[in-house]
């Protein structure tokens, strides 16, 4: 079965974390030219080596811009992930806010998925 690589998904994230910082910044932050990282913010598709560097500064799995299909990922991945990429929420208050998420939605649905 073929994955897609969602690269607006991916694009997104990367701006919402860049916020207002500039460009120039951020790409020598993570490890890559500030042509390639305009590149991706544009939706390009990056290397393998890049996409990894970027997972990383992101705070996400390569699989969360991975699909078996064209549908969109869950409420609370997208949630997730949102807190992950906001660089100006403490880390420790963004582990606090994911684990009240998964408790909260365990209590609503208590049976894990594909179970």
Not at 35 to 64: A, H, K, M
């Amino acid at each position: 079965m073929d994955k897609l690589l969602d690269t607006q998904k991916l694009a997104d994230m990367v701006k919402s974390k860049r916020g207002k910082t500039g460009l120039r910044t951020v790409a020598e932050e993570i490890g890559v030219s500030h042509s390639t990282l305009s590149r991706i913010e544009q939706g390009n598709l990056p290397d393998v080596e890049t996409f990894i560097i970027l997972c990383r500064w992101l705070n996400v799995s390569t699989e969360y811009f991975t699909n078996d299909n064209p549908q969109e990922k869950s409420p609370q991945e997208k949630f997730l992930a949102h807190l992950r990429a906001d660089r100006t929420l403490p880390e420790s208050t963004a582990l606090a806010l994911m684990e009240m998420i998964k408790l909260s939605y365990a209590q609503y649905n208590p049976t894990p998925h594909g179970s």
